[in-house]
C-alpha cells in the first residue's frame, strides 16, 4: 500500500509541474535556472486534498521555502498571493479540507491510473 501513495505522491507532484509549463507561479523561474517544487497549499496529511492537483502550486524553491516571501515562511503572503492568482481553487481547496476521506487501495489505483493518462497529455504537449 505504500507504493501506492509514493507513486501518487510522485504522480501529483509531476502533475503540478507540468501544468504550469514547467515554471514558477509566482516568479516564472523555469527548470533550467532553478529547483521546482510542488507545493500543497493545504499539507499533505489531509488525506481528502493530498492527490487534488487544485491543491498543488509549482513553485521555485525561494516562493516556496527559502525566501522571505515564500509559502513557508510568510503564510500571509502567500495566502493573500492564492486569493489574487488562483482565487477558484483556492476557494474550492478551502471548502472541502475538513471532509474525511480514507482511500481505498482500488481508489489509489484508479487516480494511479487516471493520472498516467494526464502524464501522457501533458508530457506529449511539451
Given at each position: 500500500?505504500?507504493s ?10 509531476r502533475?503540478?509541474?507540468?501544468r504550469?509549463k ?21 499539507g ?5 486534498t493530498?492527490w487534488?492537483?487544485r491543491?498543488?502550486?509549482c513553485?521555485c524553491v ?6 522571505r ?19 477558484k481553487d483556492?476557494?474550492?481547496?478551502k ?6 476521506k480514507?482511500w481505498?487501495p482500488?481508489?489509489k489505483?484508479?487516480l494511479?491510473?487516471?493520472?498516467k493518462?494526464?502524464?501522457?497529455e ?5
Amino acid at each position: 500500500m505504500a507504493s501506492l501513495t509514493k507513486t501518487l505522491d510522485k504522480q501529483w507532484s509531476r502533475l503540478v509541474k507540468l501544468r504550469a509549463k514547467e515554471k514558477c507561479e509566482v516568479c516564472g523561474a523555469t527548470k533550467e535556472n532553478v529547483r521546482l517544487n510542488s507545493h500543497h497549499i493545504i499539507g499533505r496529511v489531509n488525506r481528502r486534498t493530498r492527490w487534488d492537483l487544485r491543491n498543488g502550486v509549482c513553485l521555485c524553491v525561494q516562493h516556496h521555502k527559502f525566501g522571505r516571501q515564500s509559502a513557508h515562511e510568510d503564510p500571509v503572503w502567500f495566502n493573500k498571493w492564492l486569493e489574487e492568482h488562483k482565487s477558484k481553487d483556492y476557494e474550492y481547496i478551502k471548502s472541502i479540507k475538513n471532509d474525511i476521506k480514507k482511500w481505498t487501495p482500488s481508489e489509489k489505483k484508479e487516480l494511479i491510473e487516471e493520472y498516467k493518462e494526464k502524464l501522457k497529455e501533458l508530457e506529449d504537449s511539451h
